[in-house]
């Protein structure tokens, strides 16, 4: 259930405080102080050891993305080991949309880690006099006591959760440089602590689990369901608020949002920040949460963006990590393999953004020997894309350079190369084991929103 933190020194040197490690699990006599309140402010984030958001691996994870043929990259990823205790991991996958999505997408990625932690450790403050006025010395005999504590962290991580999500879409509210009106972008949040794992999700992205049956046999296990309108709850909570949901005629197989006195914008999800448009006609930010007991059997875990399901099923994602020569090679394995399905099955169509993160639950990544092919990829990557020149797309056409992609971040000696593109780059429902979820369905090949609402004045009447 968590781990003592304490002020230890990193790997680079660097004393850490605790306000910057977050707090202990067990109640422990220390000064309670959140990341908003001192010193890891926005700006401070690069400088954070174990935390990385660009294409490269961690101690246990491999994140990697790739623009698609729409423009700007919308896509963000992040994998913060060591998040509040040194046994948490947090990893997320953020899909942004619209005309500004891309920044929302990085807003969502650096704010809402921090507001969960805060939220976190505000409930563990509540319940700290109870639990520090118990005798450490009194052994508990108590056989329920385990359940009751898991039961009841199980509670706190729902709620924070919950109210992360809340806060995080108030932010982007009232955000007076980043117009959200008709940009959002979608949220796939999983953080591990232990055996415990506890998720957080809106919108279309997707987390599966890869495990062992009892043959021996790896599998996928789909862990979040994709909250687009055509879900039945969802289309009727937005029918319920006024909002309409259709299929265009030339797209029969995407569902969409639409406002009730106008075709637009079009909305391919139910649930996501921003796009406060429709948040009056029933699209939400409140996220769907489950929790998760890790076995033996669990071997790694998959968060992806949209487009990489929109073109592989849950079993051959599974099947390529599991074959990639590298763990540190298989998030971009995999968006290669995307890549290439998409041009197989939509010749025609403008490839999507795609955004992956590979967590190996043994905490094992490759040996020394392997980190020359990762030296050799990054090399490449970060002369590509830091050169005067526009990187090129899948089409051969120049498109306009991510700063925030195709660079690597590997450990704290290694952010401060990074820190200037940064900065200038920052400006509900249980999946059972009969339920079919194919890539194609509800898929989004045109884009995520249709077209920005126009608003006619010939509104109907009340």
Known sequence: MGGCVSTSSRSNGEKVSPECLGISMFCRKRIRRTFSDHAVALKHLSSIPNRIFTNGKSRTSCIFTQQGRKGINQDAMIVWEDFMAEDVTF????????????LVASKVRDVLPLKLMSTFQS?????????????PQLEVVDPDKDQVVDDKMETQWRESFLQSYKAMDKELRSQP?????CSGSTAITLLKQGSDLYIGYIGDSRAILASKDENDSMVAVQLTVDLKPDLPKEAERIKQCKGRVFALQDEPEVQRVWLPFDNAPGLAMARAFGDFCVKDYGVISVPEFSHRVLTERDKFIVL?????????????????????????????????????????KYPTSKMDDCAVV????????????????????????????HSGNAAESDDGHNSEPSLQRNTTVRSAEHNDVYKQVVAEADQETA??????????????????????PRFSDERPKP
């Open 123 to 135: 409930f563990e403050s509540k319940g700290a006099g109870d639990c520090c006025n118990e005798d």
């Open 91 to 102: 990893c997320g996958v953020f899909d942004g949309h619209g005309p500004h999505g891309h």
């Open 177 to 181: 440089n980043l117009d959200c009106f």
């Open 431 to 452: 999946v059972t084991e009969d339920q079919k979820w194919s890539g194609l369905e509800g898929v989004t090949r045109v884009n995520s929103l249709v077209q920005l």
């Open 358 to 385: 590979c967590l190996f639950l043994d905490g094992k990544m490759d040996l020394e020997s392997d980190n020359e092919e990762e030296r050799t990829f990054s090399s490449a990557a970060l002369q590509r894309n």
């Open 304 to 344: 992806a963006s949209d487009g990489v399901w929109d073109v592989l099923s849950n079993e051959e994602v599974v099947d390529i990590v599991s074959s990639a020569s590298t763990r540190s090679s298989a998030a971009r394995i995999l968006v290669d393999a995307a890549a290439r399905e998409w041009k197989v």
